[in-house]
């Protein structure tokens, strides 16, 4: 329940930044015809392989260490850049006990609060490093973020929580991060950075900015097909 309670404030998010993903690179597109190659957009001298890898940070938030599960889905261009859409969220809501809010305007409430936090983003990496194994690349995330609380209503069984916090601020994250293949198809990274809320409200940038430790995992899912179909691929694993 608390995981769905979450994800609904994104999907209005992940709306938002696919079509502003899509129509900031539609017109480059359109000046460049490709040519669609199992994994890889070929267009002349450029290379499009998709990109996808599970981004998990730990960070603080509201003076605590917590966990932010995340996803991001894009491409790798030309080697040399990535670009996609990340999305974020706290893995579990962080309670808080002894917050007394206003009676006379919440009645029901409990001193129980539940506290939530997401964003969605369009990302931007330039790959400054790349061997076969190994790449180092500074992504750079701006998005929309959403915090939310909810305190628990009085003699309520099972629990019932109602939000009486849903505010939304613009986000940025930068970041180093360096990725290791393990395998051909499958590798790791790891990384820091900062993340920033834009707003004014000196609350909630003290409560949720700060640094963040990053760990992924990529999977090489063109590769693998390749793999499969025994097809060639031009990935430079065989490179000495």
């Known amino acids: ?38 994994d890889t957009l070929k267009s002349e001298n450029k290379k499009w392989k998709f990109l996808f890898a599970l981004d998990s940070r730990t960070s603080r938030a509201l003076a605590q260490k917590t966990g932010l599960g995340g996803l991001k889905i894009g491409a790798t261009i030309n080697k040399k850049h990535d670009v996609g859409i990340g999305i974020y969220f706290f893995k579990n809501p962080i309670l808080r006990g002894g917050v007394q809010l206003p009676v006379e305007v919440y009645a029901d409430a409990t001193d129980t609060t539940r506290y939530n936090f997401s964003y969605a983003s369009i990302f931007y990496g330039p790959i400054w490093y790349r061997n076969k194994r190994l790449t180092i690349s500074t992504p750079i995330h701006y998005g929309s973020a959403t915090v939310t609380a909810a305190y628990k209503v009085k003699d309520t069984i099972p629990t019932v929580w109602k939000n009486y916090i849903n505010r939304q601020s613009a986000i940025m994250e930068v970041s180093c991060v360096a990725n290791y293949k393990l395998l051909r198809w499958f590798g790791i990274g790891v990384g820091g950075g900062y993340r920033s809320l834009l707003t004014n409200d000196k609350s909630v940038r003290r409560a949720l900015n700060g640094p963040v430790f990053i760990f992924q995992a990529k999977l090489m899912l063109g590769v693998l097909f390749k793999l499969a179909i025994r097809k060639p691929i031009d990935d430079g694993w065989n490179e000495r």
């Open 1 to 38: 329940m608390e995981r769905i309670e979450l994800l609904q404030p994104l999907c209005k998010q992940v709306a938002i930044f696919i079509t502003v993903f899509l129509l900031s690179t539609s017109a480059a597109l359109a000046y460049c015809p490709l040519v669609i190659s199992s």
